[in-house]
C-alpha cells in the first residue's frame, strides 16, 4: 500500500448548503485536500497546537506527549490508513528504549486524536492511497481559500481575514451526530 505525508492545512468549520456545520480538519496530500469531521475539543486542541498557544496545565493531548516521553518513548508517526462506511482509522507508531533494546508498538487511535499528537511532536502523518483516492477532494471543489495566496493576489496585509471569534462560531457548540462526510464515528 503506498502511502504520502500530509500536512495539516487548517482547522475549522464546514460550511454547507445549510450553513456553518461541524469542525473539520484538512490534509494536503497528493494536491487534494482530505476533509475529516472532528468534535470541537478535537479542533480546539489542534487548533492550539497549531497557533503554540500555551496553558498553565497541560490538555489531554500534552499530558499524553509528557507521559509517553517519561516512560522513555516517541511517537515516531500517525498513519491513516483505512475508510469503511465513512469512519476513518489510524495508527500511532511508537517506540521505546529500555537499557539497549528498542520496542516498536502500534496503537489504534482516532485520526483526531493522531493528528493533534502529531502537531505536538512534529511527527509525520501518513495518510494511505486507498484513503486519499476515496475522500480526497480537489481543493477548488471544497471552496477552499489558501489564505496567504489570497492575501497576495487582494493585497489584505499582514492582517489577514477577521474569522470571527470561535467562541461564538455555532460550529463549535457540542454536537453528537455528524451527519456530513465521516460516517457514523468521525472521531
Known amino acids: 500500500m503506498a502511502t504520502h505525508e500530509a500536512t495539516v492545512e487548517g482547522v475549522g468549520v464546514g460550511v454547507g448548503d445549510d450553513g456553518p456545520g461541524h ?3 484538512l490534509l494536503r496530500v497528493r494536491e487534494q485536500l482530505v476533509p475529516i469531521f472532528v468534535s470541537a475539543d478535537q479542533a480546539q486542541s489542534m487548533q492550539h497546537a497549531l497557533d503554540g498557544t500555551p496553558f498553565e496545565r497541560p490538555l489531554t493531548h500534552d499530558l499524553f506527549v509528557d507521559m509517553v516521553a517519561e516512560f522513555g518513548a516517541a511517537i515516531d508517526r500517525v498513519r491513516i490508513d483505512d475508510l469503511a462506511d465513512g469512519t476513518f482509522y489510524a495508527k500511532v507508531d511508537t517506540e521505546q528504549y529500555t537499557g539497549d533494546e528498542r520496542s516498536e508498538m502500534v496503537f489504534d ?21 486507498e ?3 476515496e475522500a480526497g477532494r480537489d481543493p477548488d471543489e471544497l ?3 489558501d489564505e496567504e495566496e489570497a492575501r497576495r493576489e487582494h493585497d489584505f496585509g499582514e492582517e ?9 462560531d455555532p460550529g463549535f457548540g457540542d454536537e453528537e451526530d455528524d451527519p456530513g462526510f465521516g460516517g457514523d464515528d468521525p472521531f
Open 160 to 168: 489577514g481575514f477577521d474569522f470571527g471569534d470561535e467562541e461564538d
Open 143 to 145: 471552496g477552499f481559500v
Open 109 to 129: 487511535a482516532r485520526p483526531s486524536d493522531g493528528i493533534a499528537l502529531a502537531l505536538r511532536v512534529d511527527c509525520p502523518i501518513i495518510v494511505s492511497d
Open 131 to 133: 484513503v486519499i483516492d
Open 23 to 25: 469542525p473539520v480538519v
